[in-house]
């Protein structure tokens, strides 16, 4: 099993509508949890993270973490053109220990926004 | 305030080879990790340097190597280079960590490895 998988899609959403990008880790004990954002031939780039059980809002951007279930997701409302990248799920495997900076990524979703 | 700056952009060698690859992050940040991408493996992490030290380190063999500067800057190394290597190389800086801190993303720097 991979400690952090995502369904790689793609990931198809006509405009306007509600895109849900899903993720599964392995490590029950991981506490972060990020999402980053890469456009095709260009680098990631961080739109969320979430720590707490529950929903987090930013935007048109609402990431959900359900720790019992080792799930967490992205949501993007009102989907954009814009928004049609591949997304990239990270979590912070291991220890909670200070100095533990280690990111371990899913292999991405790719997400395409219909006009 | 400048980006993530990686040199070279584009780099090919020949099987056997070994090359150095650079790394200067944002004016202030402590912590730069390196990733490898490739379409079939996604972002893996090799390792990530904090003040100089190697404080976490990912699956990859002993040919992956790395340093940092006192001036934060870090280099990459790969011996004995294999056509798997081939990929785009990543390096990313943050304040204080990817895991405490947003972590901003240089270019990148394509290896091809013949």
């Known amino acids: 099993q991979k400690e952090v998988e995502q369904n790689s899609g793609p990931l198809s959403v006509p405009e306007g509508a509600i895109a849900s990008l899903n993720c599964t880790y392995s490590?029950?004990?991981?506490?972060?949890f990020f999402w980053y954002r890469q456009y095709s031939g260009k680098s990631p780039e961080l739109i969320m993270f979430i720590y707490s059980n529950g929903d987090k809002e930013d935007g048109r951007f609402t990431a959900q973490l359900n720790k019992a279930s080792q799930y967490v997701s992205l949501l993007i409302r009102d989907s954009q053109p814009s928004d049609s990248a591949t997304y990239l799920c990270a979590v912070n495997i291991g220890t909670t220990n200070f100095g533990n900076e280690k990111l371990t990524f899913g292999t991405g979703t790719r997400l395409t926004i219909i006009p | 305030k400048a980006g993530v700056t990686q040199t070279p952009r584009y780099l090919i060698k020949t099987r056997g080879q070994q090359v150095t690859l650079s790394c200067s992050p944002i004016?202030?940040?402590?912590?730069v990790s390196w990733y490898q991408q490739t379409p079939g493996q996604g972002l893996q992490f090799l390792f990530e340097y904090f003040s100089e030290t190697q404080r976490n380190k990912g699956n990859f063999p002993g040919r992956f190597s790395g340093r940092q500067f006192s001036n934060s800057r870090s280099e990459m190394n790969v011996s004995t280079l294999e056509l798997g290597d081939s990929a785009l190389y990543l390096c990313?800086?943050?304040?204080?960590?990817?895991?405490?801190?947003?972590?901003?993303f240089g270019p990148g720097t394509r290896l091809t490895v013949l």
């Open positions: 004016s202030g940040h402590r912590s």
């Open positions: 990313a800086s943050s304040s204080q960590g990817p895991v405490l801190n947003t972590q901003y």
């Open positions: 490590d029950r004990g991981s506490q972060s």
